[in-house]
């Protein structure tokens, strides 16, 4: 190597990057790893002990009975997903929509097959927005999506949301806002988790799924705005009944896309998810698509169409809603007993989903700086998810005092431990901040 060539050059780097950067989730997710002896409230990661390993090996079996048929999956798919796997999305759409496949009013092809979920999402930003083109969420809301709507350069508003999801009037009033701007024709896509929300555990009201779709269509005045609804936990629910999607109440087909995914009620490894998209949407994501991976892996498609075919995947479900059922009563019992005594700590009670949010009083900081997260992870061993995370930057509706604590990793008795240890924390800091206020 000559004399000259000892320094390396910087990278010239794109914009997008630069957009993406920042994301909190991989500092959540390295944080989860390097403290593997901390009890776990911050991962979004599912239950272990319940992960179906007998079903999918089974499945797999089966595929790889015949030659032929294992060569299949073992091959190429296409873009869209494997036509067979596509066939069972829509049976198996059609029955949480109780209906029949010939009232959902699609195609085969509306149903695109994705690895995961966080990819559909991310080809819909994709296809969707320009940079300053807007994107209205609930506040909070998923914070990795909002990774993704940073990613494209997409302008993030939040929308004041309460128990029972974002607030249409206050939607209304925030799309008034921005038509008297002149910024209507900037806002093309409203992005709601209709049940269980990550990180809140609230369910989008069924009026509210009504009105949202009104709203959609009475503001889509140059273009269709489209409701991107992220039906995630859907099928994790613990009580009460499961309403309407907020797709169903759009006769037209035309205004939602519907994310599904098998990553909560199956697996996140097998990184199958789908999503349901209007006619005119199919080929521009496609075309991203084809850009990105010109189709999902096969063989995971092929063990979905095998386990939701043959039934075992509705069973599975069933016991999977069981336990996690006891988790989360773990957890609000939990709640009940270590925080009902400490002032201004307040959460909701999720009916489903893997997430229990709690308000702590406005004077305690929960962020990863805060003396309260070093309070939790290094003296009490234990983590949470800081809720700032879950607001776009800048919104004046973002609140520093809540964490997300999810009930999907850990066990019953440990959720126990861990609810414990973070209740001594907040009092920890609670009676450090009071000694330090003056008088
Ligand atoms: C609300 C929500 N949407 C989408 C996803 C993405 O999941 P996946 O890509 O595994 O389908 C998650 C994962 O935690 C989620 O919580």
Redesign the pocket.
């Known amino acids: 190597m000559s004399d000259s060539v000892k320094t390396s050059l910087p990278l010239s780097l794109s914009t997008r990057r630069a957009w993406a950067a920042d994301q909190s989730i991989s500092y959540l997710m390295q944080q989860g790893l390097v403290n593997r002896d901390v009890i776990s409230l911050a991962a979004?990661f599912v239950d272990e002990v319940t992960l179906p390993t007998t079903l999918v090996q089974n499945a797999v079996q089966r595929i790889f009975a015949e030659r032929a048929s294992g060569q299949r999956a073992l091959q190429y798919g296409s873009t869209g997903g494997n036509v067979d796997l596509q066939e069972q999305l829509l049976s198996h759409h059609a029955r949480l929509e109780r209906c029949d496949v010939s009232e959902l009013g699609i195609t085969q092809d509306q149903v695109i097959v994705t690895a995961?979920?966080?990819?559909l999402?991310n080809h819909v930003a994709e296809v969707l927005l320009n940079p300053g083109d807007i994107c209205l969420v609930s506040a909070p809301t998923?914070f990795?999506?909002l990774g993704t709507l940073n990613g494209v350069g997409a302008r993030t508003i939040a929308v004041e949301s309460d128990e029972n999801g974002m607030k249409m009037d206050a939607l209304e009033t925030t799309l008034n806002q921005l038509e008297a701007a002149g910024d209507l024709p900037r806002v093309k896509l409203i992005y709601l988790?209709s049940s269980f929300?990550?990180p809140s555990g609230v369910t989008l009201a069924d009026d509210r799924r009504r009105a949202a779709v009104d709203l959609a269509q009475s503001f889509s005045k140059t273009h269709r705005i489209l409701i991107l609804e992220?039906a995630?936990?859907r099928e994790l629910r613990y009580e009460g009944e499961d309403g309407p999607s907020i797709w169903s109440c759009d006769a037209t087909r035309e205004h939602v896309v519907l994310?599904q995914?098998f990553?909560?009620s199956f697996s996140?490894g097998i990184?199958v998810?789908y999503g349901i998209v209007p006619k005119d949407l199919v080929t521009p994501i496609h075309d991203v698509k084809g850009n990105f991976d010109f189709g999902s892996p096969n063989l995971s498609q092929q063990i979905v169409a095998e386990v939701v075919r043959d039934g075992s995947y509705e069973a599975h479900v069933d016991s999977l809603r069981q336990s996690y059922a006891v988790k989360r009563d773990a957890m609000l019992r939990a709640a009940d007993a270590y925080f009902s005594d400490i002032a201004g700590v307040f959460w909701l009670r999720p009916q489903g989903g893997l997430y229990v949010w709690m308000s702590l009083p406005p004077s305690v900081d929960t962020g990863y700086e805060s003396a309260l997260f070093e309070r939790a992870t290094k003296h009490e061993g234990v983590m949470y998810v800081p809720g700032e995370i879950a607001y776009p930057g800048g919104s004046p509706l973002k609140r520093t005092n809540e964490m997300r604590l999810s009930f999907g990793v850990e066990a019953p008795e440990t959720i126990d431990d861990g609810m414990r240890r973070l209740a001594n924390a907040v009092r920890n800091v609670l009676e450090s901040t009071s000694h330090a206020t003056p008088g």
């Open positions: 979004g995961g979920s966080q990819q999402l998923y990795v999506f988790v929300e990550n992220d995630a936990y994310a995914t990553s909560k996140p990184r998810a």
